[in-house]
């Protein structure tokens, strides 16, 4: 299984910017997507953005395109997702997550598809 750890959360003023980042180890076979997801106090946990391990264009929530951008590391078995132009509503804790599976446009948002997950990183946009 793989282990996940992300890093790089914060507080932000709306507009800003921010990086997450996701430190893979463990199993490679088991994260052949990596993906992540939110979750804040009013909402369920809903998918961000994922990316396959082996090459491809990442997937984004409609909710985060033209602002998040993620791009993965295979040397440095990292993913990262540069947050701009923040707003109020991204406030949430972002969490990583690994899948054995290649997953599509019409799954990768499915938490269930995802079987090893990380901590979590508080990201807070507020002025």
């Known amino acids: 299984q793989a282990l996940l750890q992300e890093s790089g959360g914060g507080s932000v003023q709306p507009g800003g910017s921010l990086r997450v980042s996701c430190s893979a180890s463990g199993d490679t076979i088991s994260r052949t997507t990596i993906g992540w997801f939110r979750q804040s106090p009013a909402k369920d946990r809903e998918g961000v953005a994922a990316?396959?391990?082996?090459?491809?264009?990442?997937y984004y929530a409609d909710s985060v395109k033209g602002r998040f951008t993620l791009s993965l590391n295979t040397a440095a078995n990292a993913v990262f997702l540069d947050m701009n132009d923040l707003k109020p509503e991204d406030t949430a804790m972002y969490y990583c997550a690994a899948s054995r599976d290649w997953l599509s446009i019409g799954t990768w948002s499915n938490q269930d598809k995802y079987n090893s997950w990380g901590q979590g990183t508080q990201v807070t946009v507020s002025s």
């Open positions: 990316i396959g391990i082996r090459g491809g264009n990442p």
